[in-house]
């Protein structure tokens, strides 16, 4: 597994028809995080009878769509797949916000702190922001310094700007799209679900924790980071659980405006990738570490931090913003990253069941596009578009 998903591993642009599931028919999608409530909303937009599933709701404590934040970026490297469906991500996340008179998406832009004067992470993207006129601006250390003069920028080469980024309301978010799906017209439920028979390879329904039985003619398992524990024949070895931490320092009053200010950053050091959201309504000045941290369960799992990790990051934090050497910890929180062996995000169909489909791999970089992944989803199973190759469990 690669040390972060900053950019997934690019493959064949080739796709997997499916077989068209009838408008009218019934799907059951179950996981209400970033994937599985956008799937579910544009599946019901499309004409199909949905129903969401979820054992703790929304945006809850335990996912991988938590927490306050998501940073939302289309740097990928070389991989145009995942620049182009951010740029479609970015274009329904503006819209939704509109329609629902709701403010989800912060533009605060994103600034990469870049060690070596070749950054192929952040350069080979540039030919895609000036293909969707979403260019970049490249700042020298000290033009850094001028404009965040909190900012120790004594071991950078330079330093890339992105205009169009920023950070996301996670929880919030989820929150919204499952109430605007039930306004809408599909049917939520609370309770944790399992795969119930399955007869002629089509599974026949899921049964739920409140004892009731639900039937579908479509199953669509989003449940993130506990897939491999549910399929552990298929998805054992593929889906992986790893304890992210996400700490909120403290900021010096006297500087307080001065760090809320700051746009979303990524220290692009080639190992840790610590990333930032900085002045999220006053919650405290985030830093995430994006390193992949020990084997996490997702269900028992401790919400605590590793004294080693914090010790580390603090390190870094007092390196990179000298101002925060002694900042307290205002809270801490675990990101359960739901990882992928290659990064790319997984939609395909049990191997040996045609009517259960897998959604998944978020790989710690999956929730800024939830509703293109959603939207494409939706026009997989209508038949308008086949499996991207990347998305394949078997991409041999």
């Not at 994103?110 to 979403?134: A, E, G, I, R």
């Not at 795969?195 to 924790?209: A, C, D, F, I, Y």
């Not at 024949?233 to 200010?261: M, N, R, W």
């Not at 997702?298 to 101002?323: C, D, Y």
Request: hydrophobic content about 35%; some cysteine; glycine content about 10%.
């Amino acid at each position: 597994m690669p040390l972060n998903t900053f950019s997934p591993v690019s493959g064949n642009a080739l796709g997997k028809p499916t077989e068209s599931l009838p408008k009218g028919s019934k799907v059951s999608v179950i996981g209400a995080g970033a994937f599985g409530g956008w799937t579910a909303l544009f599946l019901l937009r499309k004409g199909y009878a949905v129903t969401l599933i979820d054992a703790w709701g929304p945006g809850n404590s335990r996912s991988s769509s938590g927490d306050e934040t998501r940073v939302i970026r289309s740097t990928y490297g070389a991989n145009e797949f995942y620049f182009d469906l951010n740029v479609r991500a970015l274009e329904l996340w503006k819209e939704h916000e509109q329609r629902w008179n709701r403010k989800l998406f912060q533009n605060k832009g994103v600034l990469w702190f870049c060690y070596q004067s070749s950054t192929p992470l952040v350069d080979d993207s540039v030919p895609f922001t000036q293909k969707h006129n979403m260019e970049y601006e490249k700042l020298t250390p000290s033009e850094v310094q001028k404009r965040y003069p909190i900012v120790n920028t004594a071991d950078l080469s330079h330093a890339w700007f992105d205009p169009h980024g920023g950070c996301l309301q996670a929880r919030e978010a989820c929150q919204a799209v499952q109430k605007a799906f039930v306004q809408e017209g599909g049917t939520f439920i609370q309770a944790k679900a399992i795969p119930g028979k399955t007869e002629r390879n089509q599974l026949q329904s899921v049964k739920l924790s409140t004892g009731d039985e639900l039937r579908a003619d479509a199953f669509i398992f989003a449940c993130g980071s506990w897939l491999g524990k549910l399929f552990p024949e298929v998805l054992g070895t593929i889906i992986t659980c790893t304890k992210q931490e996400v700490y909120y320092f403290g900021v010096p009053h006297q500087q307080a405006s001065t760090f809320d200010k700051l746009p979303v950053w990524v220290d692009v050091d080639g190992k840790d990738f610590y990333y930032g959201i900085p002045g999220n309504k006053y919650r405290g000045f985030k830093i995430g570490v994006d390193e992949r941290g020990e084997p996490f369960d997702p269900t028992t799992g401790e919400r605590t931090s590793n004294p080693q990790v914090l010790a580390k990051a603090r390190k870094f934090l007092a390196h990179r913003f000298p101002a925060l050497k002694d900042a307290p910890i205002i809270e801490n929180r675990v990101c359960p990253y739901e990882n992928s062996p290659d990064g790319n995000f997984i939609f395909d169909h049990h191997p040996e069941i045609t009517n259960l489909f897998f959604l998944g791999g978020g790989s710690g970089h999956g929730f800024k596009h939830g509703p293109a992944l959603g939207e494409k989803v939706s026009s997989i199973l209508t038949g308008d578009e086949p499996i991207p190759h990347l998305f394949l469990l078997d991409k041999s």
